[in-house]
T-cell receptor, first 111, second 114 residues
């Protein structure tokens, strides 16, 4: 059974058109993460939530925002996608400082 | 700053053979966790094995085992009886006990030759 679910699996957007990626978890874990992963590279952490506390990485562009309306859901908003934002976006959840469980990812294409 | 280094960008192994993936890390912490994650071509990252730094015994999960050398800051993954389904990108990762974030190495792409 899927524990971290990302929708959609594939997302196509236009240059500069806002896009939102969704993540939900059935684990009831208090920490959720968003990563950006480009081809054949390690995932790069964008930000994470510890409960409702938002933690942004210092090098995450302002173009990327996130919302966590409740424990189960977390959203990644890209306000004005550029060609360089085309990537796989991975969501993960963990219970405190424990194992991170990943979703299958959303592959974003920017035209 | 903590870093994780995987010196082998790609490796190949014959099916049914054994392969070892290397990982070294740098930290001044004494309490931390180490992980190996597998990311198959379908791209979902899954945990293969984890090791608590305070445990001297090497972790084992079926065909997967680690060689944890704390003094040398080395954490290699051994895959025995390699199977076609083991083909994937393998990431070594590190986390302190004081942080929610994990640090990934750059990954090793493992090919299984039939």
């Amino acid at each position: 059974d899927a524990m971290v679910i990302q929708n959609p699996r594939y997302q196509v957007t236009q240059f500069g058109k806002p896009v939102t990626l969704s993540c939900s978890q059935t684990l009831n874990h208090n920490v959720m993460y968003w990563y950006q992963q480009k081809s054949s590279q390690a995932p790069k952490l964008l930000f994470h939530y510890y409960d409702k506390d938002f933690n942004n990485e210092a090098d995450t562009p302002d173009n990327f925002q996130s919302r966590r309306p409740n424990t189960s859901f977390c959203f990644l908003d890209i306000r004005s996608p550029g060609l360089g934002d085309a990537a796989m976006y991975l969501c993960a959840a963990s219970s405190g400082r424990n194992i991170q469980y990943f979703g299958a990812g959303t592959r974003l294409s920017v035209l | 700053a903590q870093t994780v280094t995987q010196s082998q960008p790609e490796m190949s192994v014959q099916e049914a053979e054994t392969v070892t993936l290397s990982c070294t890390y740098d930290t001044s912490e004494s309490d931390y966790y180490l992980f190996w994650y597998k990311q198959p071509p379908s791209r979902q990252m899954i945990l293969v094995i984890r090791q608590e730094a305070y445990k001297q015994q090497n972790a084992t999960e079926n065909r997967f085992s680690v060689n944890f050398q704390k003094a040398a800051k080395s954490f290699s993954l051994k895959i025995s009886d390699s199977q076609l389904g083991d083909a994937a990108m393998y990431f070594c990762a590190y986390r302190t006990n004081r942080d929610d974030k994990i640090i990934f190495g750059k990954g090793t792409r493992l090919h299984i030759l039939p």
